[in-house]
Nanobody, 118 residues
Framework: QVYLVESGGGLVQAGGSLKLSCAVRGMILSVFWDQEIGWYRQAPGKERELVASISSSKSTKYADSVKGRFANSKDNARKSVNLQINGLKPEDTAVYYC?????????WGPGPQVTVSS
């Protein structure tokens, strides 16, 4: 069974930093190499939005709202991705989910809460 496990998150002051990690369990390494992994977030009362993604070739994309502050990296050896978040703003407060599509099925991490105090 393939599933995603996230770590990180918590309460941070505005301007601070934190790192979210997403490990993919149960997936063989060669398959993980080809996976695109995305990070979504959902703030209270808002739709879930894609904020960052990293492809199999490790090319990254970011939403305009997080460009220059979020950095996504992929660790193939550990079958994990890391989202480094710097310059946190109160509007970054949300539940953050990592996501991948595997064999036509959407897989989601449990979603750690990130809360940014002003």
């Amino acid at each position: 069974q393939v599933y995603l496990v996230e770590s990180g998150g918590g309460l941070v002051q505005a301007g601070g930093s934190l790192k979210l990690s997403c490990a993919v369990r149960g997936m063989i390494l060669s398959v993980f190499w080809d996976q695109e992994i995305g990070w979504y977030r959902q703030a209270p009362g808002k739709e879930r939005e894609l904020v960052a993604s990293i492809s199999s070739s490790k090319s990254t994309k970011y939403a305009d709202s997080v460009k220059g502050r979020f950095a996504n990296s992929k660790d193939n050896a550990r079958k994990s991705v890391n989202l480094q978040i710097n310059g946190l703003k109160p509007e970054d407060t949300a539940v953050y989910y990592c996501h991948t599509n595997y064999n036509g099925k959407d897989l989601w991490g449990p979603g750690p809460q990130v809360t940014v105090s002003s």
